[in-house]
């Protein structure tokens, strides 16, 4: 099967799945899994082996909290990894229902709400052999009114569609702008590695020849916020981020591939610091820590216009010492 044949066949997968009871979901989802497919998901419900664990342990409790759930994809992309791990789908989007019992210790507000997530499944042949899910559960406490977190410099808002909206993309891409897109994004990535203390500035990010378009969007988890123009996010974010973790390591990916204009990354853990400086309300405490990250970049006329990055927040701050959830 191709890759493109592997996102049509998951995309109406995962889209009946959050209606079906949990034995009909463990059903479906054998269909397509590995016996002993891994299923790595943030924090709280970390590492499942196996389908039964992982609907048991995470898609009944979000079904049992979210009613009715529906599931909205704004991303659906596929791609040979250039890290070379292998055949990839990747999605972005929100669960959505009314919120009307506890998930993870949320209690609910029986109200809409929106959980954004990103999702990595890689494929052996037709069947999925692991996946990794970062699901935003902080910012389900912040709609609820349960944020521990300090107000995010950025705005705390619901991740849009791609302006573009086009990002749902079931059918064959041209091989040829996948590899451009993630060219760009790499070159990005390898010049903000360095930067210059005090201004925190990195080599080409903007002006003319520049890898972000001056009207660039960047949409950070909970806690964080999101941002418009690269001044906003080194504002909202980098500097805050580099004067917490001054000599983080970056990089380290499980998957990266471009899909037409899109490209998608991500790393369990990509980072590597030290908290050697005050971040988002908590005072250094020179821990090591490990940062689980998913990166979802929009590329148009040769250069970046949108990023929705997913943080594993609840993880991050454990590390430190600090457990946000409710």
Same mark, same amino acid.
């Given at each position: 099967?191709?890759?493109?044949?592997?996102?049509?066949?998951?995309?109406?997968?995962?889209?009946?799945?959050?209606?079906?009871?949990?034995?009909?979901?463990?059903?479906?989802?054998?269909?397509?899994?590995?016996?002993?497919?891994?299923?790595?998901?943030?924090?709280?419900?970390?590492?499942?082996?196996?389908?039964?664990?992982?609907?048991?342990?995470?898609?009944?409790?979000?079904?049992?909290?979210?009613? %009715?759930?529906?599931?909205?994809? #704004?991303?659906? $992309?596929? /791609?040979?990894?250039?890290?070379?791990? +292998? *055949?990839?789908? =990747? @999605?972005?989007?929100?669960?959505?229902?009314?919120?009307?019992?506890?998930?993870?210790?949320?209690?609910?507000?029986?109200?809409?709400?929106?959980?954004?997530?990103?999702?990595?499944?890689?494929?052996?042949?037709?069947?999925?052999?692991?996946?990794?899910?970062?699901?935003?559960?902080?910012?389900?406490?912040?709609?609820?009114?349960?944020?521990?977190?300090?107000?995010?410099?950025?705005?705390?808002?619901?991740? %849009?569609?791609?302006?573009?909206? #086009?990002?749902? $993309?079931? /059918?064959?891409?041209?091989?040829?702008? +996948? *590899?451009?897109? =993630? @060219?760009?994004?790499?070159?990005?990535?390898?010049?903000?590695?360095?930067?210059?203390?005090?201004?925190?500035?990195?080599?080409?990010?903007?002006?003319?020849?520049?890898?972000?378009?001056?009207?660039?969007?960047?949409?950070?988890?909970?806690?964080?916020?999101?941002?418009?123009?690269?001044?906003?996010?080194?504002?909202?974010?980098?500097?805050?981020?580099?004067?917490?973790?001054?000599?983080?390591?970056?990089?380290?990916?499980?998957?990266?591939?471009?899909?037409?204009?899109?490209?998608?990354?991500?790393?369990?853990?990509?980072?590597?610091?030290?908290?050697?400086?005050?971040?988002?309300?908590?005072?250094?405490?020179?821990?090591?820590?490990?940062?689980?990250?998913?990166?979802?970049?929009?590329?148009?006329?040769?250069?970046?216009?949108?990023?929705?990055?997913?943080?594993?927040?609840?993880?991050?701050?454990?590390?430190?010492?600090?457990?946000?959830?409710?």
């Amino acid at each position: 099967m191709t890759n493109t044949g592997r996102k049509a066949r998951l995309h109406s997968l995962l889209n009946r799945l959050v209606g079906l009871p949990p034995a009909a979901a463990i059903a479906a989802l054998a269909d397509i899994c590995l016996p002993d497919a891994r299923f790595l998901v943030g924090h709280p419900v970390n590492e499942c082996i196996g389908v039964e664990a992982f609907v048991t342990r995470f898609l009944a409790p979000l079904q049992s909290a979210l009613r %009715p759930l529906m599931r909205r994809d #704004d991303l659906f $992309m596929s /791609g040979t990894s250039r890290t070379g791990s +292998g *055949d990839w789908v =990747a @999605a972005m989007g929100h669960y959505v229902g009314n919120f009307q019992q506890p998930l993870f210790n949320i209690q609910p507000h029986d109200r809409l709400a929106f959980v954004r997530f990103g999702e990595f499944y890689r494929f052996d042949g037709d069947r999925i052999a692991e996946a990794r899910i970062m699901v935003e559960f902080v910012d389900l406490a912040r709609q609820a009114g349960q944020m521990k977190l300090p107000p995010a410099f950025g705005s705390d808002m619901l991740f %849009p569609a791609p302006a573009s909206h #086009d990002g749902v $993309m079931l /059918g064959a891409a041209d091989p040829a702008r +996948g *590899d451009a897109s =993630a @060219a760009l994004v790499e070159a990005m990535l390898g010049d903000l590695r360095h930067y210059t203390p005090g201004s925190f500035d990195s080599a080409g990010q903007t002006g003319t020849g520049g890898y972000w378009h001056r009207a660039m969007l960047w949409y950070g988890p909970a806690g964080i916020g999101s941002n418009y123009t690269y001044d906003g996010f080194q504002k909202d974010h980098r500097i805050p981020f580099l004067t917490g973790f001054p000599d983080r390591v970056g990089g380290n990916h499980f998957a990266r591939f471009g899909d037409g204009n899109y490209v998608c990354s991500g790393g369990w853990p990509s980072i590597n610091a030290t908290h050697g400086g005050d971040y988002l309300g908590v005072a250094a405490t020179d821990r090591k820590i490990t940062q689980r990250v998913m990166d979802f970049w929009r590329c148009a006329d040769g250069q970046i216009m949108e990023n929705w990055v997913f943080i594993d927040m609840p993880d991050l701050f454990l590390q430190m010492g600090h457990d946000i959830l409710p």
